[in-house]
């Protein structure tokens, strides 16, 4: 079954955004196979980020990361890399549709509350950054 890494970023943990992520994914009818709070290490968040390492905003964004606590997430269900992208929105905050998660969330680019997997290849990389086999379901 295809499955996609979904984190809350620091910004959405501080907002007290994490129950409302958590129920859109839920009602919607995804399985959560995996989950877990961390602080991220500067590693992990390069490693995560690490096709965007040459982008000017690369460094804010790792640190930005690293800054507060993650709500790390394996979702599971048919579509699920591509629906949760559209559930998720624009990656500007700004330009997401309402009823997204950074549409209805967020306003500012550098902190749009969630990351999801862009392709089913990549939510298996990520997955495995984030999580060992025997974390999963
Ligand atoms: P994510 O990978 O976090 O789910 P995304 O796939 O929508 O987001 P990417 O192109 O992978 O977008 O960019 C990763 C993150 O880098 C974005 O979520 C955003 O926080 C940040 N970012 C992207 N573009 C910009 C920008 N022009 N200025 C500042 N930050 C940016
Ligand atoms: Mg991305």
Same mark, same amino acid.
């Given at each position: 079954m295809e499955r996609?890494?979904?984190a809350i970023k620091p910004d959405g943990t501080n =907002? *007290?955004?994490i129950g409302e992520i958590i129920a859109r994914f839920e009602k919607k009818g995804y399985k959560l @196979?995996?989950?877990?709070a961390v602080k991220p290490s500067k590693e992990l968040a390069e490693t995560h980020y690490d096709a965007l390492k040459e982008k000017p905003f690369f460094g804010p964004l790792v640190e930005f990361i690293c800054s507060g606590l993650v709500i790390a997430m394996v979702w599971e269900g048919t579509g699920v890399v591509k629906t949760g992208r559209q559930m998720i929105g624009a990656t500007n905050p700004l330009e997401s549709a309402p009823g997204t998660i950074r549409g209805d969330l967020g306003i500012d680019v *550098? =902190?749009? @509350?969630i990351h999801g997997s862009d392709a089913v290849e990549t939510a298996e990389r990520e997955i495995g950054i984030w999580f060992k086999p025997e974390e999963l379901v």
């Open positions: 996609t890494f979904i =907002r *007290g955004l @196979v995996a989950m877990k *550098g =902190r749009n @509350v």
